[in-house]
């Protein structure tokens, strides 16, 4: 598993789950049904005091979990591409909540990804 912190661009559905992204200028689509759990930001390294009423997003990350597959490029309603013997890469992403911007967090699949 690797560590990141990278920008990526997610377009997510009306229930505010995430179905597509475009990370380091490739589009994925989201092949599974996508986790979601919160982990706790340690506020107190980065900043010296949390804002007083600043709440939400200052004690925790909102985190999904997605497996993705390449975007068909041609047809945005076409089918993901699914090359022989393609498997879903699994990332853990981040959504900021007050500025809405989502970062990459750790690639699960980081091994069988580069040497693809």
Known sequence: MGMFSESVDVVCNEAGQPESLTWAGASYTVCAEPLRWYERRQ???????????SGQGVVDHEIW?????????????????????????????TRHLRSNRWRLLRIHDALRHRTA
């Open 43 to 53: 506020w107190w390294a980065e900043d010296s005091r949390a804002p007083l009423g």
């Open 65 to 93: 979990r997605v497996q993705v597959l390449p975007s068909r490029a041609t047809s945005r309603s076409a089918a993901p591409e699914e090359p022989a013997g393609a498997e879903p890469l699994t990332l853990d992403l």
